[in-house]
T-cell receptor, first 112, second 118 residues
Framework: GENVEQHPSTLSVQEGDSAVIKCTYS??????FPWYKQELGKRPQLIID?????GEKKDQRIAVTLNKTAKHFSLHITETQPEDSAVYFC???????????FGSGTRLLVRP | DGGITQSPKYLFRKEGQNVTLSCEQN?????MYWYRQDPGQGLRLIYY???????QKGDIAEGYSVSREKKESFPLTVTSAQKNPTAFYLC?????????????????FGQGTRLTVV
């Protein structure tokens, strides 16, 4: 069945450095790839998403890249800040399906 | 806040009992989802529903049941057949999206219910 793998499971960076989280997916029909951020004790919230008709999307300090041939996509956070510390989830879904499958999550710690 | 409400926030269950978790949304979303989140793990899909009176099993449906009698409501019952029910449960909803239309297909999550078996 469909599967989304996410790496690393934990990531610690110094404030100001960049952080990269990678995901791979198995369903080649997937064409929508959102990223969610979950702060401690709170609900997951969408931070950025990308569709398969584009290779990269940026929103201020965050960006997502997609390699559809290799079936992987990545989240890039530049100039990290302590408030970026959270758990980040990637997900994949084909538009023809309502099923939204998440990766296992990455716990990001930004050290001041 | 978000238009999707889960209740209760904390729930304690005795072994052998069924419990029902509530999820209500006023976002007029057709699709609704239930996920289970265990410590240090991701969001695993239990059930999802595309439309009223229709729902499909996710990856870990055993020991759970759902209903979708109204568009706004998607309750989850954790039955006694679920051997390890202690977890954090998240409900979500979204509009059905089509890639070409560019319609916002963001999933909105409730605040979650933490279920503990005592």
């Amino acid at each position: 069945g469909e599967n989304v793998e996410q790496h690393p499971s934990t990531l610690s960076v110094q404030e100001g450095d960049s952080a990269v989280i990678k995901c791979t997916y198995s369903d080649s029909a997937s064409n929508y790839f959102p990223w969610y951020k979950q702060e401690l004790g709170k609900r997951p919230q969408l931070i950025i998403d990308i569709r398969s008709n584009v290779g990269e999307k940026k929103d201020q300090r965050i960006a997502v890249t997609l390699n559809k041939t290799a079936k992987h996509f990545s989240l890039h956070i530049t100039e990290t800040q302590p408030e970026d510390s959270a758990v980040y989830f990637c997900a994949a879904r084909p538009d023809s399906s309502y099923k939204l499958i998440f990766g296992s999550g990455t716990r990001l710690l930004v050290r001041p | 806040d978000g238009g999707i409400t889960q209740s209760p926030k904390y729930l304690f269950r005795k072994e052998g009992q069924n419990v029902t978790l509530s999820c209500e949304q006023n976002l007029n979303h057709d699709a609704m989802y239930w996920y289970r989140q265990d410590p240090g793990q991701g969001l695993r899909l239990i059930y999802y529903s595309q439309i009223v009176n229709d729902f499909q099993k996710g990856d870990i449906a055993e020991g759970y049941s759902v209903s979708r009698e109204k568009k706004e409501s998607f309750p989850l019952t954790v039955t006694s057949a679920q051997k390890n029910p202690t977890a954090f449960y998240l409900c979500a909803s979204r509009l059905p999206g089509t890639g070409s239309s560019g319609m916002n297909t963001e999933a909105f999550f409730g605040q979650g219910t933490r279920l503990t078996v005592v």
